[in-house]
């Protein structure tokens, strides 16, 4: 079981690890629009970011990320890299992390970090070398002979994600380009979009491994909805003063970091059980078949990732759309917390 949390754990940290591989952002006036070419005799200082395809012959001093077009690298990027619904191609070194949001990677040449993909196969060629980590979801790995990974190898096939995020970078590359005032916007609507959709998707990387968990925590939600309620709008207004406790008093200040980790995962499985009831309410409605819990979980928070992400988007409507999604999961958040209370993170069922 221990060994289990520790992969998930691993796993779940890995969701939010190309936000590491990123410091630059749609929004910030440094991006370029349309296509970029740094020369082989070049050098850019800085951060390049372009709204389209990025090609790296020469040198660049800082970050590289290319936004909805293909990322090649075959000179020297002294950061970290990152490319959302294109291509990456990396045949000269990458500095830092190697991140890939939608678009296969081929690697022939050497990234100092780590890399992770969503959505997209990597492909190591004979010359291709990772310092780092790699951590690939919804692709697979092709390895050929020579190649080298100094560290631990996540990969998780899922064709559910794997068909799911390409559609999700699209519809963020596409809805950033809109004029005027919504031109402005559109790049944090994207970012708190893109948020609250791996928000959304975290509680079906936990229910691949807790599968049972959530049943029991989405059955003791069911079956006391009140109870659990209650209970979960007591754990909230209790947080901050808990908090306080641990941090005024000496010998409490060592857990606050286990105490948060053990509410984050609280949080995430009770989306979860409230993902599951809302699948099985959906197929009740629709007379159909109820799915597995961990399809249940999947389909709930790729349809409500989906909504997050049209709901930024759309010009007259998408804040009533965001506002109403915002309040389901504080809702089901709070349903879900309170019923993780009471089976004890999924373990004792009602």
């Known amino acids: 079981m221990i060994s289990r949390m520790l992969l998930a754990a691993v796993l779940l940290a890995a969701v939010?690890?190309?936000?590491?591989?990123?410091?630059?952002?749609?929004?910030?006036?440094?991006?370029?629009?349309?296509?970029?070419?740094?020369?082989?005799d070049q050098t850019f200082d800085g951060d390049l970011a372009?709204?389209?395809?990025?090609?790296?012959?020469?040198?660049?001093?800082?970050?590289?990320?290319?936004?909805?077009?293909?990322?090649?690298?075959?000179?020297?990027?002294?950061?970290?890299?990152?490319?959302?619904?294109?291509?990456?191609?990396?045949?000269?070194?990458?500095?830092?992390?190697?991140?890939?949001?939608?678009?296969?990677?081929?690697?022939?040449?050497?990234?100092r970090g780590e890399a992770a993909l969503f959505g997209g196969d990597l492909t190591l060629r004979s010359s291709a070398t990772v310092e780092g980590g790699v951590s690939i979801f919804g692709g697979r790995l092709t390895q050929e002979s020579g190649a080298k990974i100094r560290?631990?190898?996540h990969n998780f096939n899922?064709?559910?994600?794997?068909?799911?995020?390409?559609?999700?970078?699209?519809?963020?590359?596409?809805?950033?380009?809109?004029?005027?005032?919504?031109?402005d916007r559109a790049p944090r609507k994207a970012i708190i979009s893109g948020f609250l959709a791996g928000l959304c998707l975290l509680p079906f990387v936990l229910a691949l491994f807790f599968p049972g968990h959530i049943e029991t925590v989405a059955a003791a939600a069911s079956a006391d909805f009140w109870r659990a309620l209650g209970i979960g709008l007591l754990v909230l207004m209790g947080l901050v003063p808990g908090s306080l406790a641990l941090t005024v008093s000496v010998i409490g200040i060592p857990f606050i970091p286990v105490a948060l980790a053990a509410f984050v995962a609280a949080i995430i499985m009770g989306m979860g059980a409230f993902f599951l009831l809302m699948s099985r309410r959906v197929c009740v409605n629709l007379d159909k078949p109820a799915p597995s819990t961990i399809k249940a979980v999947g389909l709930a928070g790729a349809a409500t990732a989906a909504i997050s992400i049209l709901g930024g988007f759309l010009p007259i409507i998408g804040g009533a759309v965001s506002l109403a999604l915002f309040l389901t999961l504080c809702c089901g958040m709070t349903l879900g917390l309170g019923a993780v209370w009471l089976t004890r993170l999924g373990t004792r069922p009602l």
């Open 151 to 153: 560290g631990e190898v």
């Open 16 to 40: 939010v690890a190309p936000a590491r591989a990123l410091k630059i952002q749609m929004g910030d006036e440094k991006v370029r629009k349309g296509d970029y070419v740094v020369e082989k």
């Open 158 to 183: 899922s064709k559910l994600i794997g068909a799911m995020i390409p559609g999700i970078a699209m519809a963020a590359m596409k809805g950033s380009g809109s004029r005027g005032d919504d031109e």
């Open 50 to 111: 372009a709204k389209g395809a990025v090609t790296v012959k020469g040198i660049v001093s800082g970050d590289c990320a290319a936004f909805g077009g293909p990322l090649v690298i075959e000179g020297e990027c002294r950061g970290e890299a990152a490319s959302f619904g294109g291509p990456v191609r990396v045949s000269g070194k990458v500095g830092g992390d190697l991140a890939s949001f939608g678009g296969p990677v081929e690697i022939s040449g050497v990234v």
